[in-house]
């Protein structure tokens, strides 16, 4: 059994749950400022691989480059998990790719709705985001202490409680099905076919994760403006790398590898 007695600080101390679900520790928050920061804190404790933080709320929610992630109480999915992986350094970034990969699956296995992934980590249906993937990773001795991997899902929001910046670019389940979604059938779906597929990935690595992310992806073989540079280019997303990394065919023959942290896929990639 977890011991839930972190030395982490006013905010992880705060009420919650502790609970054992589908063999995993997940510690059950009415609200927090973001699930990341309360997975980060307890996996510096000591919280062991698997360990789930899932809040009905969060105050301080963000996304890739800061990004504001903003989800009304109760509405929709917020969960960190600590990993522990044993792996090379270089594959931690795809572990981001194999949490798009889960989601997918799991959204589609439970509401039959066809979405795919916006490398990197962008879950969309028709164009529109439903999920964003948050990793935050600590290393030690050039290897990896731990991950934290975060996902947000927007399940059961109305248009109106979508942010208002969002509404043209953003969805959630509801709004695609027309009816309430089960959250917990979302979760344990997610948790069952991530224990699966993360096993698998310790094993095969890379080989095992791309032929899953190209089957899923939306965004190979789409023109895409890069905005990460000192100017905008354009130009045709034709590969993953062994890095998780795209890689981006450009009018002049060259290729180019971009790593997450490196680029911003413009609008134009929706083709909307």
Same mark, same amino acid.
């Given at each position: 059994?977890?011991?839930?007695?972190?030395?982490?600080?006013?905010?992880?101390?705060?009420?919650?749950?502790?609970?054992?679900?589908?063999?995993?520790?997940?510690?059950?928050?009415?609200?927090?400022?973001?699930?990341?920061?309360? @997975? &980060?804190?307890?996996?510096? /404790? !000591?919280?062991?691989?698997?360990? %789930?933080?899932?809040? +009905?709320?969060?105050?301080?929610?963000?996304?890739?480059?800061?990004?504001?992630?903003?989800?009304?109480?109760?509405?929709?999915?917020?969960?960190?998990?600590?990993?522990?992986?044993?792996?090379?350094?270089?594959?931690?970034?795809?572990?981001?790719l194999l949490c798009g990969v889960v989601v997918a699956e799991a959204i589609?296995?439970?509401?039959?709705?066809?979405?795919?992934?916006?490398?990197?980590?962008?879950?969309?249906?028709?164009?529109?985001?439903?999920?964003?993937?948050? @990793? &935050?990773?600590?290393?030690? /001795? !050039?290897?990896?202490?731990?991950? %934290?991997?975060?996902? +947000?899902?927007?399940?059961?929001?109305?248009?109106?409680?979508?942010?208002?910046?969002?509404?043209?670019?953003?969805?959630?389940?509801?709004?695609?099905?027309?009816?309430?979604?089960?959250?917990?059938?979302?979760?344990?779906?997610?948790?069952?076919?991530?224990?699966?597929?993360?096993?698998?990935?310790?094993?095969?690595?890379?080989?095992?994760?791309?032929?899953?992310?190209?089957?899923?992806?939306?965004?190979?073989?789409?023109?895409?403006?890069?905005?990460?540079?000192?100017?905008?280019?354009?130009?045709?997303?034709?590969?993953?790398?062994?890095?998780?990394?795209?890689?981006?065919?450009?009018?002049?023959?060259?290729?180019?590898?971009?790593?997450?942290?490196?680029?911003?896929?413009?609008?134009?990639?929706?083709?909307?």
């Amino acid at each position: 059994m977890l011991d839930i007695k972190f030395d982490v600080g006013v905010e992880a101390a705060s009420r919650y749950k502790h609970l054992r679900f589908l063999g995993n520790d997940l510690l059950l928050y009415r609200e927090v400022s973001s699930t990341n920061t309360i @997975a &980060q804190l307890i996996a510096r /404790s !000591g919280a062991g691989e698997g360990t %789930i933080v899932l809040s +009905g709320l969060q105050t301080s929610g963000r996304g890739r480059m800061k990004r504001r992630w903003a989800c009304p109480a109760g509405q929709g999915i917020l969960m960190s998990m600590v990993l522990r992986p044993e792996i090379d350094v270089q594959l931690v970034p795809q572990l981001t790719l194999l949490c798009g990969v889960v989601v997918a699956e799991a959204i589609r296995q439970t509401t039959g709705c066809e979405v795919g992934i916006k490398w990197p980590n962008d879950i969309v249906i028709d164009g529109k985001k439903i999920c964003g993937i948050l @990793a &935050q990773s600590s290393f030690s /001795s !050039g290897l990896p202490q731990y991950v %934290i991997m975060g996902v +947000g899902i927007n399940v059961n929001q109305t248009y109106d409680q979508l942010p208002r910046e969002c509404r043209d670019t953003s969805t959630s389940l509801k709004l695609e099905l027309g009816q309430k979604v089960s959250r917990q059938r979302v979760l344990e779906k997610f948790i069952r076919l991530w224990d699966e597929h993360y096993e698998g990935f310790l094993k095969g690595g890379h080989s095992f994760l791309k032929p899953m992310w190209l089957a899923n992806n939306v965004t190979l073989g789409r023109e895409v403006s890069i905005t990460g540079e000192s100017e905008l280019r354009q130009g045709l997303a034709v590969d993953i790398s062994a890095k998780g990394g795209l890689i981006v065919s450009f009018s002049d023959g060259s290729e180019k590898e971009f790593l997450a942290d490196d680029l911003s896929l413009g609008s134009s990639y929706y083709g909307r």
